[in-house]
């Protein structure tokens, strides 16, 4: 009985994360500071990666192989309600609704991916995955209803911004990435590894609690493919 309440407060806690409320009393800028790692990754298991560059409004980075637990894909006109909906089979995912029963460490980001509508009141696509941790990413736990990624060595040019993540919000983040990237070598890679989409897909990562109210990081990423040559 007292796992159980364990668990229900835990679910509780997490998925107010994804609660959309920008909270009035927040204070200060909603902008990031760029090249500074976000303050969870001290506590628990984040992907490892170089920064390659600091630029203006973003960071690009180098992300080494990584494997993350991934949602189908849910169509919403709401990254905030997707996201909520996703993490509940992820949470269950990582309490042991797996083939294997296993237990798994929560890590961060949770990053949501995001295939943009063609019109604003039509629905998005969303898959939301969850960094699986070092020590299963040889053999993770497969799950009904979750497939597993793996990342091989990929590009990020990032945008951080603070506060709790709304609908409002994302949208206006990531032009002003795209913005803030205009005319830079890696704006060029971006649009050449993005080529074949309608409207360039984009990541959301979000990695605080909800109770941490100082030093909150959630990060916008535009993910490209670059030699590695090119890159330095």
């Known amino acids: 009985m007292a796992a159980a309440s364990l668990n229900l407060f835990k679910l509780?806690?997490?998925?107010?994360?994804?609660s959309n409320s920008n909270l009035s009393v927040?204070?200060?800028?909603?902008?990031?500071?760029?090249?500074?790692a976000p303050p969870t990754c001290?506590?628990?298991?984040?992907?490892?990666?170089?920064?390659v560059h600091v630029g203006n409004g973003y960071e690009i980075r180098r992300y080494n192989s990584t494997a993350w637990m991934s949602t189908s894909s849910i169509q919403d006109i709401s990254l905030v309600e997707a996201t909520r909906t996703g993490f509940l089979q992820l949470f269950d995912y990582i309490q042991g609704k797996n083939n294997y029963e296993e237990k798994i460490e929560m890590t961060a980001p949770v990053i949501t991916q995001v295939s943009p509508s063609d019109g604003?009141?039509?629905?998005?696509?969303?898959?939301?995955?969850?960094?699986?941790?070092?020590?299963?990413?040889?053999?993770?736990?497969?799950?009904k209803g979750l497939h597993l990624q793996r990342w091989e060595s990929t590009y990020a040019a990032v945008r951080q911004?603070?506060?709790f993540v709304s609908d409002s919000d994302v949208g206006e983040e990531a032009a002003a990435l795209v913005e803030s990237l205009a005319g830079?070598?890696?704006?060029?890679?971006?649009?050449?590894?993005?080529?074949?989409?309608t409207t360039k897909?984009?990541?959301?990562?979000?990695?605080?609690?909800?109770?941490e109210f100082e030093g909150r990081v959630n990060e916008i990423w535009l993910t490209f493919e670059m030699e590695e040559a090119d890159a330095i």
């Open 12 to 18: 509780s806690f997490l998925l107010s994360l994804f």
């Open 26 to 36: 927040w204070p200060g800028s909603r902008g990031g500071k760029e090249g500074v």
């Open 42 to 51: 001290s506590r628990i298991e984040c992907p490892s990666y170089d920064v």
């Open 120 to 143: 604003p009141f039509c629905a998005s696509s969303f898959v939301i995955s969850f960094y699986v941790p070092k020590a299963n990413q040889a053999n993770p736990p497969p799950a």
């Open 161 to 163: 911004f603070a506060g």
């Open 184 to 197: 830079t070598v890696w704006s060029a890679a971006i649009d050449k590894s993005h080529s074949s989409e």
């Open 201 to 211: 897909e984009y990541t959301v990562a979000q990695y605080n609690s909800p109770f």
